[in-house]
């Protein structure tokens, strides 16, 4: 069939279209494609370090679980407790199973003795937030970790550390376990009458402990 001259023009227009835009074109189309590769790459990578650090996680609980209430767990799971923990803190920082793990580490490190090291994990909790726009801070994790420091630093003969960072933090539900280590530090600090208001404290804020009722007994009376 014989070509017109209409058609013979409009098949010039679009060859010449293509000569001034194809190779644009083509290259669109190939970052659009990498975008797409790239994005379908990262969120599949995503998904296996979620998993691999879910699955670390999880081993850590079943370790910290496998034994009656009130018991400790073996040396050797508390030292496997400390690997998987460790492997989170490097590997998978950006998770939140990271800093939990950090506390179970902490846990493990008290438990061996090293308190230096326990501080350290603790630390890391508090100096590595989680950030970004999916991500939502945890107060009562950080309140539990900041309470936790402070005992491993009284323990360490750094009381006056100590108070500075407990008294820095609004302790909100936890105020019941923040006074009685607050009346712990004043004790180790001979401030008998803050220590005494502490305790006092802890109490007026729901503390039933028998051992905080017995810290209050034990006080001087005549102080």
Not at 56 to 63: C, V
Not at 192 to 202: F, K, L, P
Request: no cysteine; glycine share 6%.
């Amino acid at each position: 069939m014989a070509i017109n001259a209409a058609e013979q023009e409009t098949i010039e227009a679009l060859k010449s279209w293509w000569d001034e835009n194809g190779k644009r074109l083509i290259s669109m189309a190939i970052v659009v494609l990498a975008g797409v590769t790239g994005w379908l790459y990262w969120q599949n990578s995503q998904a296996g370090a979620a998993e691999a650090s879910s699955n670390l996680y999880e081993e850590i609980l079943t370790l910290a679980f496998s034994v009656e209430e009130g018991e400790a767990v073996s040396d050797e799971d508390g030292a496997q407790i400390i690997v998987h923990a460790e492997d989170l803190m490097a590997n998978h920082s950006d998770t939140s199973y990271a800093r939990y793990a950090a506390l179970y580490a902490a846990q493990q490190y008290v438990r061996q003795g090293d308190l230096a090291a326990a501080e350290s994990a603790l630390r890391w909790v508090l100096d590595n937030p989680l950030s970004g726009f999916f991500s939502e801070p945890d107060p009562g994790l950080e309140l539990t970790t900041t309470l936790r420091l402070g005992r491993i630093l009284l323990a360490r003969d750094a009381a006056e550390e100590a108070l500075a960072l407990i008294n820095g933090v609004d302790p909100q539900n936890f105020e019941a376990g923040y006074s009685e280590l607050r009346g712990d530090i004043y004790l180790s600090l001979d401030r008998i009458v803050d220590a005494r208001d502490a305790y006092v404290a802890a109490q007026q804020a729901g503390s039933t402990s028998e051992a905080l009722r017995m810290k209050l007994q034990s006080l001087p009376a005549d102080s």
